[in-house]
């Protein structure tokens, strides 16, 4: 099965500075087809999950382009260039190239 | 817009049995895979199970298979998760997702989830 590590598990943040998530897996997230399904979630309290990112890099429809997402093969990274209020919540990783696995997730908070 | 409203959640005993329901809408159901993800009070994301989109390819996680039944009605737009022999860590909240393979957009879409309690 494959694992996906998150680090760090908690990141304070001050409002208006850059803030990064990174998250490795325990093998290699190229499909067959040769695409790499990495994607980042977002959870807000009282908010349903929102995908952010897809595919490492590709940013879903209606999220902020100061969300990007890059890496390759087991090494990957969510930036979010200027934290806002509503960023706040729990951001994780997921792999969909072999069946499902989620990070732990990481809990965004303000300093 | 796309909707997904789960039902079918409460309090069972360990043992018991419940049925999980996922109402689509505002999409072409019969042309998206969808998965089963639950969540424990205070604890992140876990797979369940996933189904295409015609029902014909099915995957379990190995803490449910054998005991959790995926299905779907494309004609009622409705997702569905049979699940039986419930244990005390079934106790989550269960969240049906909307996958689409082609675009790469897995989990594009979440409903707000649905509370399972197992408890005697």
């Known amino acids: 099965d494959i694992v996906l590590t998150q680090t760090p598990l908690s990141s304070p943040v001050t409002l208006g500075q850059p803030a990064s998530i990174s998250c490795r897996s325990s093998q290699s997230l190229v499909f067959s087809d040769g695409n790499t399904y990495l994607s980042w979630l977002q959870q807000r309290p009282g908010q349903p999950l929102r995908l952010l990112i897809y595919?490492?890099?590709n940013r879903f429809s209606g999220v902020p382009d100061r969300f990007s997402g890059s890496g390759a093969g087991t090494d990957f990274t969510l930036k979010i260039s200027r934290v806002e209020a509503e960023d706040v919540g729990v951001y994780y990783c997921?792999?969909?190239?072999?069946?499902?696995?989620f990070g732990q997730g990481t809990k965004l908070e303000i300093k | 817009e796309v909707q997904l409203v789960e039902s079918g959640g409460g309090l069972v005993q360990p043992g018991g049995s419940l049925r999980l329901s996922c109402a689509a809408s505002g999409f072409t159901f019969s042309s998206y895979e969808m998965i089963w993800v639950r969540q424990a009070p205070g604890k992140g994301l876990e797979w369940v199970s996933y189904i295409s989109s015609s029902g014909g390819t099915i995957y379990y996680a190995d803490s449910v298979k054998g005991r959790f039944t995926i299905s779907r009605d494309n004609a009622k737009n409705s997702l569905y998760l049979q699940m039986n022999s419930l244990r005390d860590g079934d106790t989550a909240i269960y969240y049906c997702?909307?996958?689409?393979?082609?675009?790469?957009?897995?989990?594009?879409?979440w409903g707000q989830g649905t509370l399972v309690t197992v408890s005697s």
């Open positions: 595919k490492i890099s």
């Open positions: 997702a909307r996958d689409d393979y082609y675009s790469g957009t897995f989990g594009g879409y």
């Open positions: 997921m792999q969909a190239t072999q069946l499902r696995t």
